[in-house]
Nanobody
């Protein structure tokens, strides 16, 4: 059984920053791919970022490139999403997910098998 737990959401003003954390437990090996997605009310769940097992490769949605940075700490089975220059359109529930043993940096949520419960991010002007 794999558990995925996000933390760090909250409210921030336009231009501010937030740091989201994701911790995976329940398995003894490192999940190769960890990803972040977000879902605004009434909208579909969208890809935000993904990172490879050793952290050397990452992929970002165009909407967050240059503003968000994803990193990971394999010793603690944790991934972090640093969000800077936040805008109202970044408001959403943010979900962390992993693909199990698969190794491609997929952007479709259908390719991810284990999900957290989500954490709310609200950006106000």
């Amino acid at each position: 059984q794999v558990q995925v737990v996000e933390s760090g959401g909250g409210s921030v003003q336009v231009g501010g920053s937030l740091r989201l954390s994701c911790t995976i437990s329940g398995r003894t090996f490192t999940m190769p791919i960890m990803g972040w997605f977000r879902q605004a009310p009434g909208k579909e769940r969208l890809f935000v970022a993904a990172i490879s097992a050793d952290g050397s490769n990452s992929n970002y949605a165009d909407s967050v490139k240059g503003r968000f940075i994803m990193s990971r700490d394999n010793a603690n089975n944790t991934a972090v999403l640093h969000m800077n220059s936040l805008q109202p359109e970044d408001t959403a529930v943010y979900y962390c997910a992993t693909r199990g043993l698969a190794t491609a940096l997929e952007t479709s949520p259908n390719k991810y098998y284990y999900w957290g419960q989500g954490t709310q991010v609200t950006v106000s002007s």
